[in-house]
């Protein structure tokens, strides 16, 4: 990953379990599933999910979470169920986007970091 400016992550930050997996999650949107509508190619908030979301509501993205949760806990075991789950972590963090009504990244993160 490429910035203009260096991270401010504390290094406790960069330290919590969760932060690989939260890391992953990212990169399965950008590179994994999430390739095939658009990836890293198209900037994240205007891929289809977005034109989803403005159509039918936070409602429709939490739906695909836990859709997806379902199939992970159901179907899954292994890398699998590691793949849907991180799909459920970035249908929620698209909830949260839209939660949020954020139209552009730097709504979300800026050079003094989240906001």
Do not use: C, N
Not at 48 to 53: F, I, K, L, V
Not at 104 to 113: C, P, R, V
């Amino acid at each position: 990953m490429t910035t203009t400016h260096p991270t401010k992550t504390p290094l406790a930050v960069l330290e919590h379990p969760l932060y690989p997996v939260l890391v992953a999650a990212i990169e399965q949107a950008m590179y994994g599933k999430g390739e095939r509508h658009g990836g890293a190619a198209t900037h994240f908030l205007d891929q289809p999910w977005r034109h989803y979301a403005d159509m039918h509501g936070r409602g429709f993205l939490t739906g695909q979470a836990a859709k997806k949760l379902e199939e992970a806990a159901s179907l899954r075991t292994g890398e699998a169920f590691v793949a849907e789950a991180l799909g459920a972590i970035v249908y929620t963090g698209m909830a949260i986007i839209t939660e949020r009504g954020v139209l552009t990244a730097h709504d979300i993160y800026d050079d003094k970091g989240p906001k």
